[in-house]
């Protein structure tokens, strides 16, 4: 089954989350996922991103970095996002595309249309 594959770039344990959260409020420029951003405010999910999240047909899976690897191979840079098919893992939004985005939306049509960046 298809599936869209997201990868923070973060790690999932306590300290790391509440480091990640310091940044996002303290000093927001020094945030190192812009994933995280573009889906997430300071205390909960986007609403624009929930919608699009409840009402995209295809499998979306979400990662931190240490969950990510675990599954598969160590991808060249955070945060990424992937398509998985039947031929495997193919990139769909490249670090360096993600990091460029700044708005949810431009997220959203990135991945609603299949992209590739």
């Known amino acids: 089954m298809e599936s869209i594959i997201f990868v923070y770039n973060a ?18 420029s020094s945030y190192k996922c812009n994933l995280c951003k573009l889906t997430h405010g300071n205390f909960k999910e986007k ?5 699009f999240r409840k ?5 979306l899976l ?3 970095i240490d ?3 675990v599954i ?3 991808a060249k840079s ?18 360096e595309v993600l990091n460029k985005i700044t708005k ?3 997220l959203i049509y990135l991945v609603e249309n299949n992209i590739y960046y």
């Open 11 to 28: 790690n999932s344990d306590i300290v790391n989350s509440a480091i990640d959260f310091a940044h996002k409020i303290i000093q927001p």
């Open 47 to 51: 609403n624009s991103w929930k919608t």
């Open 55 to 59: 009402n995209k047909k295809a499998t």
């Open 62 to 64: 979400f990662y931190h």
């Open 67 to 69: 969950e990510f690897e």
């Open 72 to 74: 598969y191979p160590k």
């Open 78 to 95: 955070y945060p990424i996002v992937f398509k998985n098919s039947n031929n495997g893992l193919l990139e769909l939004i490249s670090t």
């Open 104 to 106: 949810t939306e431009e």
